[in-house]
Protein backbone atom coordinates (compact mmCIF):
# COMPACT_ATOMS: atom_id res chain seq x y z
CA UNK A 1 0.00 0.00 0.00
CA UNK A 2 1.48 3.44 -1.29
CA UNK A 3 0.16 5.31 1.26
CA UNK A 4 2.28 3.43 4.07
CA UNK A 5 5.69 4.67 5.00
CA UNK A 6 8.41 3.08 2.57
CA UNK A 7 10.46 2.44 5.32
CA UNK A 8 8.19 -0.59 5.68
CA UNK A 9 8.43 -1.61 2.36
CA UNK A 10 11.94 -1.47 2.04
CA UNK A 11 12.29 -3.64 5.10
CA UNK A 12 11.02 -5.93 2.65
CA UNK A 13 12.82 -5.33 -0.31
CA UNK A 14 15.86 -5.78 1.82
CA UNK A 15 15.01 -10.00 1.87
CA UNK A 16 14.14 -9.93 -1.51
CA UNK A 17 17.68 -8.60 -2.88
CA UNK A 18 19.42 -10.96 -0.64
CA UNK A 19 17.29 -13.56 -1.70
CA UNK A 20 18.48 -12.96 -5.41
CA UNK A 21 21.73 -11.81 -5.19
CA UNK A 22 23.44 -13.62 -2.25
CA UNK A 23 21.06 -17.22 -1.57
CA UNK A 24 21.27 -16.91 -6.32
CA UNK A 25 18.26 -19.20 -6.22
CA UNK A 26 16.44 -20.57 -9.69
CA UNK A 27 16.22 -18.56 -12.91
CA UNK A 28 12.37 -18.89 -12.45
CA UNK A 29 12.25 -17.50 -8.75
CA UNK A 30 14.35 -14.89 -9.99
CA UNK A 31 11.94 -14.35 -12.21
CA UNK A 32 9.84 -14.28 -9.57
CA UNK A 33 11.69 -11.88 -7.51
CA UNK A 34 11.80 -9.15 -10.72
CA UNK A 35 8.27 -9.45 -10.69
CA UNK A 36 7.86 -8.65 -7.07
CA UNK A 37 10.06 -5.25 -6.86
CA UNK A 38 8.05 -4.61 -10.31
CA UNK A 39 5.10 -4.12 -8.68
CA UNK A 40 6.32 -2.86 -5.72
CA UNK A 41 8.25 -0.02 -8.17
CA UNK A 42 4.35 0.63 -9.17
CA UNK A 43 3.01 0.81 -6.16
CA UNK A 44 5.60 3.48 -4.70
CA UNK A 45 6.09 5.26 -8.44
CA UNK A 46 5.59 8.81 -6.15
CA UNK A 47 8.86 7.96 -4.05
CA UNK A 48 12.12 9.06 -5.65
CA UNK A 49 13.87 6.65 -3.00
CA UNK A 50 12.03 3.64 -3.84
CA UNK A 51 12.43 4.06 -7.51
CA UNK A 52 15.77 4.56 -7.03
CA UNK A 53 16.51 1.50 -5.40
CA UNK A 54 13.97 -0.85 -6.84
CA UNK A 55 15.32 0.86 -10.50
CA UNK A 56 18.75 -0.48 -9.51
CA UNK A 57 17.65 -3.60 -8.55
CA UNK A 58 15.19 -3.90 -11.91
CA UNK A 59 18.01 -3.40 -14.34
CA UNK A 60 20.47 -6.07 -12.96
CA UNK A 61 17.83 -8.23 -12.32
CA UNK A 62 16.66 -8.08 -15.86
CA UNK A 63 19.91 -8.54 -16.84
CA UNK A 64 20.20 -12.01 -14.92
CA UNK A 65 16.69 -13.72 -16.00
CA UNK A 66 16.65 -12.43 -19.65
CA UNK A 67 18.19 -13.46 -23.11
CA UNK A 68 20.33 -10.28 -24.41
CA UNK A 69 18.21 -10.14 -27.94
CA UNK A 70 15.15 -10.23 -25.31
CA UNK A 71 15.74 -7.33 -23.36
CA UNK A 72 13.45 -4.55 -24.37
CA UNK A 73 14.71 -0.52 -24.83
CA UNK A 74 13.95 1.54 -22.13
CA UNK A 75 11.97 5.38 -23.05
CA UNK A 76 11.83 6.12 -19.52
CA UNK A 77 14.61 6.72 -17.23
CA UNK A 78 14.08 7.61 -13.51
CA UNK A 79 18.78 7.58 -12.50
CA UNK A 80 21.81 9.56 -13.65
CA UNK A 81 23.11 6.90 -15.53
CA UNK A 82 21.92 5.26 -18.45
CA UNK A 83 20.13 1.65 -17.54
CA UNK A 84 22.45 -1.01 -17.49
CA UNK A 85 20.47 -3.42 -19.44
CA UNK A 86 20.53 -0.51 -22.16
CA UNK A 87 24.61 -0.57 -22.17
CA UNK A 88 24.60 -4.29 -22.52
CA UNK A 89 21.90 -4.03 -25.39
CA UNK A 90 23.68 -1.67 -27.39
CA UNK A 91 27.30 -3.15 -26.49
CA UNK A 92 26.19 -6.36 -28.00
CA UNK A 93 23.35 -5.90 -30.92
CA UNK A 94 23.14 -3.51 -33.68
CA UNK A 95 22.16 0.10 -33.64
CA UNK A 96 19.06 0.17 -34.70
CA UNK A 97 16.49 3.23 -34.56
CA UNK A 98 15.14 1.63 -31.41
CA UNK A 99 18.11 1.31 -29.43
CA UNK A 100 19.96 4.34 -30.32
CA UNK A 101 16.41 6.08 -28.97
CA UNK A 102 16.93 4.41 -26.13
CA UNK A 103 20.21 5.43 -25.40
CA UNK A 104 19.78 9.37 -25.99
CA UNK A 105 15.96 9.28 -24.04
CA UNK A 106 17.86 7.46 -20.78
CA UNK A 107 21.05 10.11 -21.36
CA UNK A 108 22.11 12.65 -18.71
CA UNK A 109 23.21 15.30 -21.43
CA UNK A 110 20.15 14.93 -23.72
CA UNK A 111 18.43 18.27 -24.35
CA UNK A 112 14.73 18.01 -25.10
CA UNK A 113 12.08 20.90 -25.54
CA UNK A 114 8.62 21.12 -24.94
CA UNK A 115 7.29 19.36 -28.36
CA UNK A 116 9.25 16.74 -27.64
CA UNK A 117 7.31 16.05 -24.31
CA UNK A 118 3.93 17.11 -25.01
CA UNK A 119 4.25 14.86 -28.38
CA UNK A 120 6.15 12.01 -26.79
CA UNK A 121 4.46 9.19 -29.04
CA UNK A 122 5.19 11.06 -32.26
CA UNK A 123 8.03 12.31 -31.22
CA UNK A 124 9.26 8.57 -30.78
CA UNK A 125 7.94 7.22 -34.11
CA UNK A 126 9.21 10.70 -36.31
CA UNK A 127 12.37 10.28 -34.43
CA UNK A 128 12.58 6.58 -35.39
CA UNK A 129 11.92 7.14 -39.66
CA UNK A 130 14.12 10.00 -39.30
CA UNK A 131 16.93 7.75 -38.39
CA UNK A 132 15.93 4.40 -40.47
CA UNK A 133 16.30 6.88 -43.11
CA UNK A 134 19.85 8.35 -42.70
CA UNK A 135 21.28 5.00 -41.83
CA UNK A 136 19.23 1.93 -42.69
CA UNK A 137 21.68 -0.70 -41.46
CA UNK A 138 21.50 1.10 -38.01
CA UNK A 139 24.51 2.96 -36.69
CA UNK A 140 28.37 1.78 -36.90
CA UNK A 141 30.67 2.46 -34.11
CA UNK A 142 34.21 1.61 -32.94
CA UNK A 143 33.98 -0.31 -29.92
CA UNK A 144 36.53 0.84 -27.02
CA UNK A 145 38.61 -1.51 -25.42
CA UNK A 146 36.87 -0.78 -22.18
CA UNK A 147 34.65 -3.81 -20.66
CA UNK A 148 30.94 -3.48 -19.21
CA UNK A 149 31.06 -4.34 -15.68
CA UNK A 150 29.04 -2.32 -12.68
CA UNK A 151 28.80 -3.04 -9.27
CA UNK A 152 25.42 -3.38 -6.63
CA UNK A 153 25.11 -1.69 -3.81
CA UNK A 154 22.53 -3.65 -1.99
CA UNK A 155 19.86 -1.14 -0.73
CA UNK A 156 20.34 -2.59 3.10
CA UNK A 157 23.99 -2.49 2.59
CA UNK A 158 25.12 -5.18 3.56
CA UNK A 159 26.00 -6.98 0.66
CA UNK A 160 27.46 -5.64 -2.77
CA UNK A 161 28.68 -7.16 -5.52
CA UNK A 162 30.14 -6.56 -9.14
CA UNK A 163 28.65 -7.94 -12.38
CA UNK A 164 30.61 -8.69 -15.40
CA UNK A 165 28.52 -9.91 -17.66
CA UNK A 166 29.51 -12.11 -21.62
CA UNK A 167 28.42 -14.20 -24.60
CA UNK A 168 29.78 -16.94 -25.41
CA UNK A 169 32.24 -16.61 -22.44
CA UNK A 170 33.66 -13.00 -24.10
CA UNK A 171 33.57 -9.73 -22.35
CA UNK A 172 30.82 -7.08 -23.66
CA UNK A 173 32.34 -3.43 -24.69
CA UNK A 174 31.67 -0.75 -22.69
CA UNK A 175 29.90 1.54 -25.63
CA UNK A 176 28.07 3.92 -23.17
CA UNK A 177 30.66 7.03 -23.34
CA UNK A 178 31.11 7.31 -26.82
CA UNK A 179 30.04 10.85 -27.73
CA UNK A 180 29.35 10.34 -31.58
CA UNK A 181 25.83 8.37 -31.57
CA UNK A 182 24.59 10.71 -28.93
CA UNK A 183 25.83 14.08 -31.27
CA UNK A 184 23.82 12.46 -33.61
CA UNK A 185 20.83 11.82 -32.28
CA UNK A 186 20.80 14.81 -30.74
CA UNK A 187 20.87 16.41 -34.14
CA UNK A 188 17.68 14.35 -35.49
CA UNK A 189 15.75 15.03 -32.10
CA UNK A 190 16.70 18.18 -33.04
CA UNK A 191 15.46 18.22 -36.57
CA UNK A 192 11.93 15.48 -35.10
CA UNK A 193 11.12 18.37 -32.49
CA UNK A 194 11.71 21.35 -34.84
CA UNK A 195 9.30 20.09 -37.39
CA UNK A 196 6.75 18.87 -34.25
CA UNK A 197 6.99 22.26 -32.79
CA UNK A 198 3.70 23.83 -34.57
CA UNK A 199 1.74 20.54 -33.42
CA UNK A 200 2.93 20.93 -30.22
CA UNK A 201 1.96 24.78 -29.57
CA UNK A 202 -1.92 23.83 -30.97
CA UNK A 203 -1.92 21.48 -28.56
CA UNK A 204 -0.76 23.65 -25.93
CA UNK A 205 -3.53 25.91 -26.44
CA UNK A 206 -5.97 23.25 -27.37
CA UNK A 207 -4.93 20.06 -24.94
CA UNK A 208 -8.38 18.00 -26.20
CA UNK A 209 -7.42 18.27 -30.19
CA UNK A 210 -5.56 15.53 -31.11
CA UNK A 211 -7.84 13.84 -33.98
CA UNK A 212 -9.20 17.25 -34.91
CA UNK A 213 -8.57 18.77 -38.53
CA UNK A 214 -6.62 21.47 -37.65
CA UNK A 215 -4.25 18.61 -35.37
CA UNK A 216 -3.93 16.38 -38.39
CA UNK A 217 -2.77 19.23 -40.48
CA UNK A 218 -0.14 20.49 -38.61
CA UNK A 219 0.89 17.05 -38.33
CA UNK A 220 4.53 16.38 -40.38
CA UNK A 221 3.38 14.64 -43.33
CA UNK A 222 4.91 11.06 -42.95
CA UNK A 223 3.03 10.65 -39.40
CA UNK A 224 -0.47 11.32 -40.87
CA UNK A 225 -1.23 8.28 -41.79
CA UNK A 226 -0.19 6.54 -38.73
CA UNK A 227 -2.13 8.99 -36.58
CA UNK A 228 -5.48 9.44 -38.50
CA UNK A 229 -8.27 12.22 -37.74
CA UNK A 230 -11.53 10.97 -37.41
CA UNK A 231 -13.05 14.52 -38.09
CA UNK A 232 -11.45 14.16 -41.41
CA UNK A 233 -12.59 11.03 -42.57
CA UNK A 234 -16.17 11.87 -41.46
CA UNK A 235 -15.84 15.09 -43.61
CA UNK A 236 -14.07 12.65 -46.54
CA UNK A 237 -17.42 10.35 -45.83
Given at each position: ??????????????????????????????????????????????????????????????????????????????????PFSVKLAIGTQPLSADWVLSWFLC???????????????????????????????????????????????????????????????????????????????????????????????????????????????????????????????????
Open positions: DGSYNPGYMFLYFYGLERRFFVDDPSVEEKRDLLAEVRRLSQVFDGNRSAQRYLGEFIQLAVVSTTEIGDISPVFDNHGWDLHPEKSLRTSAKRCAEEFRILFKLRFSERFPEGLKVTKPRKMLETRYQAASREFEGSVKPSVDGKPIPDISSLRKPIEIAQEIADEVMEDLEKFSRYLGRTPDGRGSVEAHALLPAELREMFPSEELENIKT
